[in-house]
Every structure is written in C-alpha cells, then in structure tokens.
DNA sequence: ATGACGATTTACT
DNA sequence: GTAAATCGTCATA
C-alpha cells in the first residue's frame, strides 16, 4: 500500500466502471495526478475528454473487436491506462472503461495544468514558452507536460502510484459541457459526427 | 517483407 | 491557411 493508494480523494475501481460517454462527462473537473519515484508530483483537472465507445464505434481502435498487442489493454478492467503512439512522435492517454472484454475508453483531450508548471514548461519546451495554455491542451501535449508514454499502456491507475484519478474540486456542477463531434476522426463514417467530445464551455485550456 | 497510415503538433507562407 | 515531421502498427502478401 502506498501513500497515494491511500488517498480518500483518489478514485475507486467502481468509478471508472460506465459507459464510455457517461464516463467522460464524469472525468471533467476530475484531477488527473502524475507522480515520480522521487515524489514530486504534476497535476491538472481535466477539461476536456472523448468517448471511444468500442466493437460498433469506427473510430474506435478496437472497431470490429481489433485485438492486437497494441489494443490489449482496452480489454482489461476499468480503470486501466492505454497509451499508444502515433504519428512517428506523439503519445495520447486514455483511461478504459466498461466491463472486462468490453473495449472502450476515454480520451483524455486537455488538462488546466495546478500543480508543477515549471517541469511541464521545460518539457514542453520552445512551443508553450510563451503561452501556459499551450501546456496541456491537446492529447499529445498533455503526455509530453506529464511525462506519460507507453511505459504507462496497461497499467492499473486504481493501484498505480504513478498516475491516477483524484475527486477534483466541485467546479464540475457549475461549469457547463458543451459536446460535439471528436476530433480528427473524420474517416469514421457516420460515427465521425456523432458528439462523443465533452468539455468545459470557455475553458482557455480546452484544444483549438 | 513491404507499404500505407495515423484519436497530432509545430512551423512556416 | 498548408505542409512537414517521423515511426510503430497493422493489413496484405
């Protein structure tokens, strides 16, 4: 047991446990936490997320029940990291949902960064030098601020003292959500308008 | 073994 | 606004 396994605030296997689209409205205003062997931590509250909604939804990387080494982990327990690579350069992090077997996911899109600005500056580097808004606000830019990569894929953020999900402040209850189509997805057919993107309305961190 | 592509970001015209 | 960067993954053979 560790420190941060210990937690009050720190999320529960059962709240990771729902559909894809009720799980990611249910991540806004949540704060995602990253912490490194010598204890300092990074964190940010998430402000922006998508539903891969799994076997049916094309845009989803385990559409038609896809079950590569890649995509593993998508079929494990709620709760658990899949983090992939993509473009010859960019990781994105999302948190799996659902039942066993049931691939589906939530994208983590944006974070309002609260805690080590700094170490996310430096390793953001030149692109978010002038502007903290450029830290976290897109998927592949969270994971460069947070240091999260495929070390992370398959990994139990319910046990995990690297990264987890803590009960962020109760701004979700005030701050509208607005949702619409995801982002970059626009070969998925039909399922490419359908409005699995959810974020807060006028957040300055939210991508785009 | 090979080729096409990607849940993106950045820099540049 | 457009294009380049850059390589793991996957489908096809």
């Not at 385990?62 to 690579?85: D, H, K, L, N, W």
């Not at 450029?134 to 990569?149: E, F, K, N, T, Y």
């Amino acid at each position: 047991m560790t420190p941060a396994a210990a937690d009050p605030d720190r999320w529960t296997r059962r709240r990771f446990a729902l559909p894809a689209d009720r799980l990611a409205r249910a991540l806004l205003g949540q704060r995602l936490v990253r912490r490194f062997e010598d204890g300092s931590r990074l964190a940010g509250l998430i402000v922006e997320t998508e539903a891969y909604m799994g076997v049916e939804d094309r845009a989803c990387h385990s559409y038609a029940g896809r079950r590569t080494p890649r995509v593993e982990p998508m079929y494990m327990q709620a709760g658990t990291a899949y983090v992939y690579f993509t473009y010859g350069m960019h990781h994105c992090f999302n948190i799996v949902c659902g039942e066993i077997d049931e691939p589906v996911a939530v994208l983590i899109r944006a974070l309002q960064p609260t805690e080590g600005l700094d170490a996310m500056r430096a390793r953001r580097g030149r692109a978010a030098s002038a502007d903290d808004r450029l830290l976290c606000s897109g998927p592949a830019r969270l994971c460069q601020a947070l240091d999260i990569d495929r070390r992370h894929t398959g990994l139990d953020l319910v046990r995990s003292d690297s990264i987890w999900i803590e009960t962020g402040p109760n701004v979700a209850a005030t701050r509208a959500i607005k949702s619409g189509p995801r982002i970059g997805i626009d070969s998925a057919g039909a399922w490419a308008h359908k409005p699995f993107r959810y974020w807060f309305e006028d957040d300055p961190n939210v991508s785009r």
